[in-house]
Each structure stands twice: as structure tokens, then as C-alpha cells.
């Protein structure tokens, strides 16, 4: 079945330095990317999304990459911040509907002052 | 922007006891809303499609008569956990998406003891 993989599972960075976080996903019929940023507690929110026609998008210090043809897609966050610090969810769609997700099993991002 | 709001935040419930959590798109109409259910240090796991005016749809493993779904109206979508047991115990998450993103709620967690 579909399957998104998502690396790494915990990341430490030190504060103004760069994240990175890598997906790979399996359906090639897949055309939204969205990337979900989840605190204690809370619901996902969303941070950035990408779509299939577009090959990165960038909102300030966060951008994403989608190469359709690795089927491979990545976050960047740029001079992170303490407040960064949180959990990253990557997600595709699938089926009929672009926000029936299938979801990658997140990223720890740490923030070292 | 778009605001979904989930209640209640927080329940504590006796086993085989019934708990029914509401899901509200506040500012937009959404035919359609998804149940996830997450588990301590783990992702989004998709239980349900709920479709305003008509039957749910489950995913694979997921117990119909236990999770019940009524999605009566376009601006909200509940969830009843029948008969709770402890291993009911989780986060659960409902989401509904306007015409560019999914919203999630803020998100309830269920405790049966």
C-alpha cells in the first residue's frame, strides 16, 4: 500500500543553524505535500505545502523541495529559532482526495541554544 | 485563517462507558472531515472519511460499530468511542479541509481506566 518514510526520526541543531528533513512516498499518483508542525498536546499544524506542478516553494526562513521523479521531498528551515523546536510531520495524498493524507512518522526537531 | 475547533480536550471515561468527541469547522462549510487517531511518539493514523449526509468511510481495521461517525450538518462531524476499553486510551484528531488546506483540530485525549 501507500507509504511515506521520513528521516531523520530525531534531529538536534544548534540555534541559527539549518534543518533538514527528507520524505520519500510510494504513490506516484500522489499531487499534495504538506508538512505539519506538531506541538505537545496539540493538533498538527500546517507549515508549508507543496503541489505536484511545483518544484520548491519557500515562506521566510522555511521552504520545501518535491523532486516528482525520485518522488522524494524535503524541508528546510533556515536560522532556526528555540521555538522551532517541535515535532515535523510530512504527508501525502492519495486516493481522491488531496487532503486524505498518508503521514510520515515524524521528525523530533531539537533546538540547542 | 480557517478554524476547526474539537471538544472536549481532554476526557477521562470508565471502561464501557461511551465517549463522544465533536469536530466543528467554525468559519467554512466541509463536506468531508477525517478522524485520525495517534498514539505517545507516533504519527497520524487515519480511521475515517466522514461525509456530510451520508455513511463513513473506514479504514481498514478500524471497527465500525466502536468508532460511530455521524457527519449531520456541514460545519460538524462526532465521533462516538462505544463501549471504551483501556486500549482506547489515545489522541484523537479530526481534520476538515477548505478548498487549499486540511485544518486539524487542536485535538482530545481519551483516557478509559
Known amino acids: 500500500g501507500e507509504n511515506v518514510e521520513q528521516h531523520p526520526s530525531t534531529l538536534s541543531v544548534q540555534e541559527g543553524d539549518s534543518a533538514v528533513i527528507k520524505c520519500t512516498y510510494s504513490?506516484?499518483?500522489?499531487?499534495?505535500f504538506p508538512w505539519y508542525k506538531q506541538e505537545l498536546g496539540k493538533g498538527p499544524q500546517l507549515i508549508i505545502d507543496i503541489r505536484s506542478n511545483v518544484g520548491e516553494k519557500k515562506d521566510q526562513r522555511i521552504a520545501v523541495t518535491l523532486n516528482k521523479t525520485a518522488k522524494h521531498f524535503s524541508l528546510h528551515i533556515t536560522e532556526t529559532q528555540p521555538e522551532d523546536s517541535a515535532v515535523y510531520f510530512c504527508?501525502?495524498?492519495?486516493?481522491?482526495?488531496?487532503?486524505?493524507?498518508?503521514w510520515g512518522a515524524g521528525t523530533k526537531l531539537i533546538i540547542k541554544p | 485563517g480557517a478554524v476547526v475547533s474539537q471538544h472536549p480536550s481532554w476526557v477521562i471515561c470508565k471502561s464501557g462507558t461511551s465517549v463522544k468527541i465533536e469536530c466543528r469547522s467554525l468559519?467554512?462549510?466541509?463536506?468531508?472531515m477525517f478522524w485520525y487517531r495517534q498514539f505517545p511518539k507516533q504519527s497520524l493514523m487515519l480511521m475515517a472519511t466522514?461525509?456530510?449526509?451520508?455513511?463513513?468511510?473506514?479504514e481498514q481495521g478500524v471497527e465500525k460499530d466502536k468508532f460511530l461517525i455521524n457527519h449531520a450538518s456541514l460545519t460538524l462531524s462526532t465521533l462516538t468511542v462505544t463501549s471504551a476499553h483501556p486500549e482506547d486510551s489515545s489522541f484523537y484528531i479530526c481534520s476538515a479541509p477548505d478548498s487549499t488546506e486540511a485544518f486539524f483540530g487542536q485535538g482530545t485525549r481519551l483516557t478509559v481506566v
Open positions: 504513490d506516484s499518483a500522489s499531487n499534495y
Open positions: 466522514s461525509n456530510e449526509g451520508s455513511k463513513a468511510t473506514y
Open positions: 468559519d467554512f462549510q466541509a463536506t468531508t
Open positions: 504527508a501525502a495524498s492519495y486516493g481522491d482526495s488531496n487532503y486524505q493524507l498518508i
